[in-house]
């Protein structure tokens, strides 16, 4: 395992060793922010779930913490499964989870802290009546699982949502609430699409259309706009749409058809699952949390002792430019891990070529780079008929006339392995430009059982707008954000060569038609704390 060792991240969220998967229950409270996750404590592949803790001050450092529910009843016997944490106007919180009973039946029960003044939420109640909720007639007995965070109606009731779906229509049950115990199930659904599977992992959230901030769940009015997020079982990916909620029959309506959720916006085009976001009342914002899982083989995770990381918690907000996406960002307390900087201005990096950027070590990093187009070369450039995607778009080793271009990471000195992460401009036959954004697997690694995909799709980009992105290194994972967090890929990367000190950064432009000109600022990035609390450390 020591010759996997390097794989280990040093600022993103991970447990000592074992299996984790979907983010639980994140909240803020009494000063610190609380983190739950699916784990395995026997073994590097899912299975025997319960539910691991961990406490942070910042989103970023973490004490790890003793699990918080384990198996122990027979409404949970089959697992401890997904949940969301709600907190009570009183300052109460309850989580409301889905247990795996000894006959594999989903359920929902209820659970809450303890002691609410212990800071840390060590010990959890489940409730002496569970299961509270088991699946309603019509509805198969494996599929209804994940209730959300409760909002409130104006009735003053708590409403939640639980994904199911109806042979092959994904959808998501409506339940009104005034204790958490006592359920009443809606006559329609939150919400329908043919054709997408098992929702599982619904989330369900208010977006402000006029401040940059983030709004409670139970926000509601004129200047919101709502966000539906399924995780699709049967893909594997997060999708997400903005629409309008209508209270009266606690349903939803995307904005647009064609980008239903399910079928249209992912958060992420790499590899995102199951993700969550949660209202953080301590600074106004609302924070997504994704389980991102692994790229390679069973046999390696099982070697190694442990598989799976969340992402870096990313602040959510509607983006007022385009009006049709979100925006996701790292929250700000990743730039408390920013140690030395370079910065490369205004670099031409011309048709065909390959520029080094000298920045030492590239196994931990936070990048940001702009990239000015030649206007005169977009105008000139010949378009073409061909319908571009990352995916079949021959990734970053192929030329067009306007792209690719973009930065290469965890390459090492002769780019024997790299990882492009790039900008492709398509001109279409009537001269219509389109941007997409990608992350190229194909030439990662010489590792022969690694995943080797190329990722991406569509970024919008606004008149007169450079392109930007935003790329955060961290050993076996890179995270890349562009125009602003519009469009994200996450990808797993495990290099054989271009690892620790061994690995570099450059510049690339493998298009054919235009140069472009790049300014980038780059951070070394110091490793997070992330280990148990012991007694030696000072509570407050
Ligand atoms: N993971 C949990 C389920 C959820 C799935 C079980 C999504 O509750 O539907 O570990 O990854």
């Known amino acids: 395992s020591t010759m996997l060792e390097w794989q280990r991240t040093a600022f993103h969220f991970q447990p000592e060793k074992n299996w984790m998967n979907d983010p639980n229950g994140p ?95 060590i010990d959890w109640v489940k409730y002496h009546g569970n299961p509270v909720l088991v699946p309603p007639p019509g509805i198969y007995k494996k599929d209804f699982r994940d209730p959300t965070t409760a909002w409130l109606t104006s009735e003053g009731k708590w409403r939640i949502t639980i994904g199911s779906k109806r042979d092959k229509t994904g959808i998501s049950l409506v339940y009104d609430t005034k204790d958490f115990i006592n359920y009443e199930m809606l006559e329609g659904e939150l919400h329908a699409v043919s054709g997408t ?38 893909d594997r990916h997060d999708y997400y749409a903005l629409g309008t909620y209508h209270e009266k029959n606690g349903s939803w309506i995307p904005d647009l058809p064609e980008i239903d959720v399910g079928i249209g916006i992912r958060y992420d085009y790499g590899i995102f699952y ?16 994704g389980w991102i899982g692994e790229g390679d083989s069973e046999a390696a995770d099982m070697e190694k002792g442990w598989a799976s990381l969340q992402s870096i918690p990313r602040t959510i907000l509607f983006d007022n430019n385009t009006g049709t996406n979100l925006l996701q960002w790292p929250v700000e307390e990743i730039e408390s891990l920013r ?24 196994s931990q990093l936070d990048i940001i780079a702009e990239f000015e ?37 965890l390459a090492d000195e002769s780019l024997s392995e790299q990882t492009p992460v790039y900008f492709y401009i398509a001109k279409d036959s009537d001269g219509d430009l389109k941007t997409f954004f990608c992350t190229d697997l194909s ?33 076996s994972i890179v995270e890349s954000f562009a125009q602003g967090g519009r ?14 000190g061994a690995s570099r950064v450059f510049l690339f432009n493998n298009a054919t038609e235009t140069c472009v000109i790049a300014s980038v600022k780059i951070w070394q990035m110091d490793s997070a704390f992330i280990r148990p609390y012991s007694d030696d450390d000072d509570k407050d």
């Open 339 to 362: 140690l030395n900087s370079t910065e490369f201005e205004k670099v031409e990096v011309k048709a065909g070529s390959v520029v080094p950027l000298d920045v030492g070590p590239g």
């Open 197 to 234: 599977g098992m929702w599982e992992c619904v989330d369900f959230f208010p977006v402000s259309k006029t401040e940059e901030k983030g709004l409670d769940t139970s926000i509601n009015g004129p200047e919101v706009k709502h966000v539906v997020k399924v995780s699709l079982d049967d």
């Open 487 to 500: 469009t994200v890929i996450t990808s797993r990367i495990y290099p054989t060569e271009a690892i620790n």
């Open 373 to 409: 187009m030649d206007k005169e070369a977009l105008k000139k450039a010949t378009g073409s008929n061909i319908t571009f995607s990352c995916q079949t778009g021959g990734g970053a080793a192929k030329s067009g006339a306007l792209g690719p271009f973009g930065i290469l990471v």
């Open 274 to 289: 199951a993700s969550k976001t949660f209202y953080d009342q301590n600074k106004n914002r609302r924070v997504l949390w």
């Open 443 to 475: 030439r990662s690694s010489k590792a022969p059982d690694v995943d080797k995909q190329i990722f991406g799709s569509y970024v919008p980009v606004l008149k007169d707008e450079n392109l930007s992105l935003r790329v955060l290194v961290d050993h």
């Open 27 to 121: 909240l803020f409270y009494n000063g610190w922010y609380h983190f739950f996750y699916q784990y395995n404590p026997n073994g590097a592949v899912w299975g025997d779930i319960v539910w691991g803790h961990a406490v942070s001050k910042d989103l970023i450092n973490w004490f790890h913490l003793p699990l918080a529910m384990v198996a122990d009843q027979w409404y949970d016997k089959n697992g401890v499964w997904t949940g969301s944490a709600t907190i009570l106007p009183d300052g109460k919180i309850v989580m409301l989870y889905t247990g795996s009973t000894t006959e594999a039946v989903q359920v929902q029960n209820l659970a809450f802290p303890a002691n609410h003044s212990d800071p840390f939420l």
